[in-house]
């Protein structure tokens, strides 16, 4: 299973790190995801890190979000800086394997 939290409310240009807790091994032999979802959208692919450590993420965050893993608390992490408005979404933890998280929610507001 995979437990996501750390989300709120945060004004523009804020921070939040969230958090990606793994029962198990599951982060520890998995390529992880950060997916999010705005209201009346889809849910998105926002970053990557594969187990080799390579790390990708969508333009829109490049420079902002930081995605990093502890496999040794199987815990997987998603640093986020100056937020904007539009990163407003419910965020999902989502292994290799098709396990999600249960989201939580990031509300940038002024």
């Known amino acids: 299973q995979l437990q996501a939290s750390g989300g709120g409310v945060v004004q523009p240009g804020g921070s939040l790190r969230l958090s990606c807790a793994a029962s198990?091994?599951?982060?520890?032999?998995?390529?992880m995801n950060w997916y999010r979802q705005a209201p009346g959208e889809e849910r998105k692919l926002v970053a990557t890190?594969?187990?080799?450590?390579?790390?990708r993420y969508v333009d829109s965050v490049k420079g902002r979000f930081t995605i990093s893993s502890d496999t040794t608390r199987n815990m997987v992490y998603l640093q986020m800086n100056n937020l904007k408005l539009e990163d407003t979404a419910v965020y999902y933890c989502k292994s290799a394997s098709g396990i999600w998280g249960q989201g939580t929610l990031v509300t940038v507001s002024s």
């Open positions: 890190i594969w187990i080799t450590g390579s790390i």
């Open positions: 198990g091994s599951v982060a520890s032999i998995e390529n």
